[in-house]
C-alpha cells in the first residue's frame, strides 16, 4: 500500500491568524477607551455611541469573540489538519466559516454602539444576529466533522476531544441561551423572566468562560505544547481524567454567579460545591501541561514561545483556583459586584487566552511562511511588557476590589453605614483605574508591537498556502487487536460516539440545574401587588437596556444588613416575574436601583441624566443630554405589549390598541410635574420614559408593606 499525497490548507489559517490580530487590537482598544471612562468620563467624547454602557459589551464580544474566536478556529484549523493527516473537508465551508464570522464581527460593531442589545452578558446580540450565529457555527462542525471521517489517522489525540466537546456544548449553550421572542428585526424579549432568566444566562455565562474560553485553549495547549518543547505529553492517562472531568463538573458551576440573590438556595449550594471541586481538572491540565516541559526547561530560557506558554498556563492555573475561591459563599459576599471580579477575569483573559494565542502566532506563522521570526527581541520585548500590563492591570484591580467591598460594608461604633455614599468608595479607587488603564495601555503596546513584527516575518518568507503531505490511508481494524484495547482506546477513534457521550455528560448537570427552576412554578412564587409594567414604563426600561445602565448598576439587594441599610428591602424572586431580559447586573461601577423608585423627585432624576454631577459631584456617569433632545419612539408601543402577553404578561386583552394612550397620559403627568420644578420638557422625550421606569424600580414591594400594615 503507497502513502496517499494531499496538502494542508495553510491560507484559512492565515485569515484567521490575520483576524485575530486586527480584532486583537480593535477589541483592545475599545477596552482602553471604556476603562478610561471610569475615572474621565468626557473620554467618550459627548458621543452617545461611545458611553462606557455601549462599549463595554463591544469590548467583552470584540476580544471574546473576536479575537478570541479567531484565534480558536487558527488553533484548530492547523491542528486539526495535522492530527488527521488530511486536508480540511471542504474549502468551499472553510471559506464560508471564515467570512460568516467576520460579518458576525462586523454586526456587532454596528449594533452594539447603537444600543440594539438583549443584555444578556456575552450574548447581547440580537436574534438575527443570533440564528446568523448558530448557522456559522454549524457549517465550522461540519467542516470539522468531515475532516475527521476522512482522516488517515484513526486515533483521535486529545486535542480533538477537547474541540469535539467545544463544539457541541457552544452549541447547546448558545441554542438556550437564546429563546428570544422577536418584536422587530432589532428588539426582541426574552423568553425566559426574572429568576429562571438569571439561571439560564449565568448557565450559558459560566460556560462560555468554560467552553469557549477554556476546553479549545486546553485542546491547542495539547498539540502546540509538545511540539513547541518537542516532547510528549507528560501523561496521557492523566488527559484522560483532565477531559471528562472538566466538561462534567464545569457545567454545574454556573450558579456561583448568582449566591445571595433570589435563586432557589440548593441551586446555589450546586453551583458552590461543584465550583470546589473543579479545581482538581483544573489543575490537572495546568499540571500536565508544565510537567511536559520537563528536561526542557533550559528552552524555556532561551525560547520567548514558551516563556507564552508557560506563563499562559500559570494564569490558567491562577484564576482556576481564584474562580471556585470566590464561589465560597464567604469570600463571594465581598468580592461580588466589585472590580476583584474584574482582576480574575482578567488575570484568564490577559494570561491564559492572550498568551497562549500569541505563543501559538509566533510559532505557526514563520512555519506557514516558511521562514524565521523577523526578531527574537521585539518577540521578548512583548513578552515582558505583555507581562508587565497583566501586573499594572490586574494588581490595581484587586486592591480597588478590596478596597470598595470591604468599605460598602463598613459600620461604625454606632451601628450606622460607615460611608453611606456610594461615591466615597469611587473616589477612594479612581488612582486603581487609572494604574488599571496604564496596564492595558502596556499590553495593548505588546501586542501591536507583535503585529509589526509578524507582519515582518510574513514578508521575508511566501505563504506555503498549499503545504505537501503524506500519508497511510487507513487500514481495517483487526479484530484481535481490537478486543485487547481499553473502552477508552475504542471510543478514541469513534468521532460520533465521542460527541454524544460528551453531549450526554454536560446534559446533566444541565438538566439539573436547570429544568427544577423553570418548571415548577414553586420555586418562583408570586407577589400580588407586583405588576406590569405601564407602557411608558416599559420604553423606559427598553431605553435603560439600550443605554447599557445595567453595565454599571445591579438591580437585586442582597440579604444582608450594609445592603439593606443602604438600599431598602433584599430582593424578592416574586419581584421579578415580569423582567424579560431581567437587569440584575454584575458589576457595581454606581448604586443599586432595586429600590430607587420615589427615593428622589422627578426633577433630581432629570437633573442627574443631563449632567450627574449637579447632583452627585465627582460622580463618573457620563451626562446623557441626548435623551432630553430625542422623541421617545413609541412605533412598536402595541408590539411589546403583544409579544408581552405572549409571554405570560398580564396585560387585558386588547390592551395594545390603548396602550400608547395610556402613555401619553403618563408621560404628561411626569412632564407637568418637571414643569412645577421650572423644568420645560415635552412629553414625548426619552427621558420621560426612563425616569417612568426609574420611579417604578422597587415600589411594588413598597406597596406590599403598606397593604400588610
Excluded at 311 to 321: C, I, K
Aim: glycine content about 8%; overall charge positive; hydrophobic content about 45%.
Amino acid at each position: 500500500m503507497q502513502p496517499e499525497k494531499f496538502y494542508y490548507d495553510n491560507k484559512i489559517v492565515r485569515n484567521f491568524g490575520i483576524a485575530t490580530v486586527i480584532w486583537g487590537i480593535i477589541g483592545m482598544t475599545v477596552g482602553l477607551i471604556a476603562a478610561i471612562q471610569l475615572y474621565h468620563p468626557a473620554a467618550n467624547m459627548g458621543n452617545q455611541y461611545t458611553t462606557f454602557g455601549r462599549i463595554r459589551p463591544l469590548h467583552t464580544n470584540a476580544v471574546i469573540f473576536a479575537f478570541v474566536g479567531n484565534a480558536i478556529f487558527m488553533g484548530v484549523y492547523y491542528s486539526l489538519q495535522r492530527l488527521l493527516k488530511a486536508r480540511m473537508f471542504s474549502d468551499l465551508l472553510s471559506q464560508i466559516h471564515f467570512w460568516g464570522w467576520q460579518l458576525i464581527i462586523l454586526s456587532a460593531v454596528i449594533t452594539l454602539p447603537l444600543g440594539l442589545t438583549t443584555s444578556h452578558e456575552y450574548a447581547e446580540l440580537e436574534w438575527p444576529i443570533d440564528i446568523a450565529i448558530t448557522i456559522i457555527w454549524v457549517v465550522f462542525g461540519w467542516n470539522m466533522f468531515g475532516t475527521i471521517f476522512k482522516r488517515r489517522e484513526r486515533h483521535l489525540y486529545v486535542a480533538i476531544w477537547f474541540y469535539i466537546a467545544t463544539f457541541v456544548t457552544i452549541a447547546v449553550l448558545h441554542i438556550v441561551n437564546s429563546f428570544e421572542l422577536p418584536v422587530s428585526w432589532f428588539k426582541s424579549y426574552m423568553v425566559f423572566a426574572g429568576v429562571q432568566d438569571a439561571l439560564v444566562q449565568w448557565w450559558y455565562g459560566h460556560n462560555a468562560v468554560a467552553f469557549f474560553l477554556t476546553t479549545p485553549y486546553l485542546g491547542m495547549m495539547y498539540y502546540f505544547l509538545p511540539k513547541m518543547a518537542n516532547r510528549p505529553i507528560y501523561s496521557y492517562k492523566l488527559s484522560i481524567l483532565h477531559f471528562w472531568a472538566l466538561i462534567f463538573i464545569y457545567i454545574w458551576a454556573g450558579p456561583h454567579h448568582l449566591l445571595y440573590t433570589t435563586l432557589p438556595g440548593w441551586a446555589q449550594s450546586l453551583g458552590v460545591a461543584f465550583s470546589i471541586m473543579l479545581i482538581a481538572p483544573s489543575w490537572g491540565g495546568m499540571i500536565n501541561g508544565l510537567l511536559t516541559l520537563r528536561g526542557a526547561w533550559d528552552k524555556v530560557r532561551d525560547d520567548v514561545v514558551l516563556k507564552f506558554m508557560v506563563v499562559g498556563l500559570t494564569a490558567y492555573g491562577m484564576a482556576t483556583f481564584e474562580g471556585p475561591m470566590l464561589s465560597l459563599k464567604q469570600v463571594n459576599a465581598i468580592g461580588h459586584f466589585t472590580d476583584w471580579i474584574i482582576a480574575h477575569v482578567h488575570v484568564g483573559a490577559l494570561g491564559w487566552n492572550g498568551f497562549l494565542t500569541f505563543a501559538i502566532l509566533y510559532w505557526l506563522i514563520p512555519r506557514i511562511y516558511k521562514t524565521e521570526l523577523f526578531s527574537k527581541k521585539l518577540a521578548a520585548f512583548h513578552f515582558w511588557i505583555g507581562t508587565l500590563g497583566i501586573i499594572f492591570y490586574a494588581v490595581p484591580m484587586y486592591w480597588a476590589g478590596f478596597t470598595q467591598g470591604l468599605m460598602l460594608k463598613e459600620f461604625t461604633a454606632e451601628g450606622m453605614l460607615k460611608y453611606p455614599n456610594f461615591l466615597e468608595t469611587t473616589f477612594r479607587i479612581i488612582p486603581m483605574h487609572i494604574m488599571r488603564s496604564i496596564g492595558g495601555t502596556l499590553y495593548l503596546s505588546g501586542v501591536i508591537v507583535m503585529a509589526y513584527n509578524l507582519v515582518r516575518t510574513a514578508l521575508s518568507g511566501k505563504l506555503v498556502a498549499n503545504e505537501a503531505a503524506q500519508a497511510m490511508p487507513l487500514e481495517p481494524i483487526q479484530k484481535a487487536t481490537a478486543s485487547q484495547e481499553t473502552w477508552h482506546r475504542v471510543l478514541e477513534r469513534r468521532p460520533i460516539q465521542l460527541m454524544i457521550a460528551s453531549l450526554l455528560v454536560i446534559l446533566v448537570g444541565t438538566f439539573v440545574e436547570l429544568m427544577p427552576t423553570l418548571t415548577i412554578s414553586a420555586n418562583i412564587p408570586t407577589i400580588a401587588s407586583v405588576k406590569p409594567y405601564t407602557p411608558l414604563e416599559l420604553e423606559g426600561r427598553d431605553l435603560y437596556i439600550r443605554e447599557g445602565c445595567s453595565n454599571c448598576h445591579s438591580q437585586t439587594v442582597r440579604p444582608f444588613r450594609s445592603e439593606t441599610e443602604r438600599y431598602g428591602e433584599y430582593s424578592k424572586a416574586g419581584e421579578f416575574v415580569y423582567d424579560h431580559p431581567f437587569l440584575w447586573g454584575s458589576k457595581r461601577t454606581g448604586p443599586d436601583l432595586a429600590r430607587i423608585g420615589g427615593k428622589y423627585g422627578n426633577a433630581w432624576h432629570y437633573n442627574h441624566l443631563m449632567d450627574p454631577r449637579l447632583m452627585s459631584p465627582g460622580s463618573i456617569m457620563p451626562n446623557y443630554d441626548w435623551l432630553i433632545s430625542q422623541n421617545l419612539d413609541t412605533s412598536l408601543t402595541a408590539a411589546k405589549i403583544r409579544a408581552m402577553q405572549k409571554l405570560g404578561v398580564p396585560y387585558p386583552a386588547g390592551y395594545d390598541k390603548q396602550a400608547n394612550r395610556d402613555l401619553d397620559k403618563q408621560a404628561k403627568e411626569i412632564a407637568d410635574n418637571l414643569y412645577v420644578d421650572h423644568i420645560k420638557v415635552k412629553s414625548n422625550k426619552e427621558i420621560v420614559a426612563i425616569i417612568a421606569y426609574l420611579q417604578r424600580l422597587g415600589t411594588d414591594i413598597k406597596a406590599n408593606k403598606t397593604a400588610n400594615k
